[in-house]
């Protein structure tokens, strides 16, 4: 059995969020971004969803690159979960819904429930959308070296143009480093989905790192964004160089230094987002991800109508 509770009901129950963007802060910042927020749970109270309405189609997440379900254990069964996914179709259907989707993390963020899920979602009448290519990196295995010896060359060539690393909490070095990316996606067709001011208010409740590279004359010619989720997991949910950073390599020296820093900081994984577009992969992202290090794998979405 389902039941929908209030959200603070529901946080009781799960009080732990598997990543940031299913924290309850996040969650309230973003409400007003669809009609309705539901947050359903078995009635026994080891899994939930919290998912976003718009019009009559339902969709986890609704408002963040990551979604999926809240646990209170791994232990739960594949028939757990198939009898939770078509509880929720049941429900759904009760409220005259539709459609739902639902977008499962990265394997290194839920690696048991995932392989469990992945097949109750098919048991349940789901289907598996094109995915989605995403990449991570395990600070375990950061060395300082890399497979291509490019990338070596280019970082030391950085360091010789005088390129300094450094976390900024200045609002105007932010405000660049937030123009720089923003430009930069905007050159290559992506366009960024938060303005910079929604940016800072997401800060007030979640952390958030900005990152620079300046050159001799200090100007910002790279930078990231980094959300955090625990003391566990980084999501570099933007990066990018400028024109005038890319002569001087300034991205594989940032890369190398976020790599350093969070190794040293305790950090295990690195969420560093898609690399594929409506499931079509972009060949030079992923091999600039793979070139420093990461590891490509699928993210997956299942839908099914209602």
Wanted: aromatic share 12%.
């Amino acid at each position: 059995m389902i039941e929908e509770l209030t959200i603070e009901q529901y946080y009781t129950i799960f009080p732990r969020a598997p990543h940031c963007f299913l924290e309850r802060s996040f969650i309230e910042l973003n409400t007003h971004k669809v009609d309705r927020v539901i947050f359903l749970a078995a009635t026994t109270s080891h899994i939930g969803l919290v998912a976003g309405i718009t019009h009559d189609a339902v969709k986890s997440p609704f408002s963040a690159p990551l979604g999926g379900f809240h646990i209170n254990h791994d232990l739960l069964t594949p028939e757990d979960i198939t009898h939770f996914l078509n509880d929720i179709k049941t429900y759904l259907q009760n409220l005259c819904m539709k459609s739902i989707s639902i977008t499962v993390p990265p394997e290194f963020l839920a690696p048991t429930m995932n392989g469990k899920s992945i097949i109750s979602f098919l048991q349940s009448g789901f289907s598996l959308e094109i995915p989605e290519i995403c990449n991570s990196f395990d600070f375990k295995r950061y060395t300082g070296l890399y497979e291509s010896r490019f990338i070596g060359k280019n970082i030391r060539h950085a360091q010789r143009e005088g390129l300094l690393f450094a976390e900024t909490t200045d609002y105007h070095e932010m405000r660049d480093c937030y123009t720089i990316i923003a430009e930069n996606r905007v050159h290559r067709g992506r366009a960024i989905h938060i303005s910079f001011e929604d940016l800072l208010q997401t800060a007030k409740i979640l952390p958030i790192r900005f990152f620079k590279i300046t050159d001799p004359s200090l100007e910002i010619v790279a930078a990231a964004i980094i959300y955090y989720s625990g003391n566990r997991f980084i999501h570099v949910v933007f990066w990018a160089d400028s024109e005038k950073g890319r002569p001087l390599r300034a991205m594989n020296f940032l890369v190398d230094n976020l790599w350093q820093l969070h190794q040293d900081e305790g950090f295990d994984y690195a969420d560093i987002g898609t690399s594929s577009l409506d499931g079509i992969p972009n060949a030079g992202v992923i091999h600039f991800k793979e070139s420093h290090g990461c590891t490509t794998s699928p993210r997956f979405s299942f839908t099914t109508t209602l």
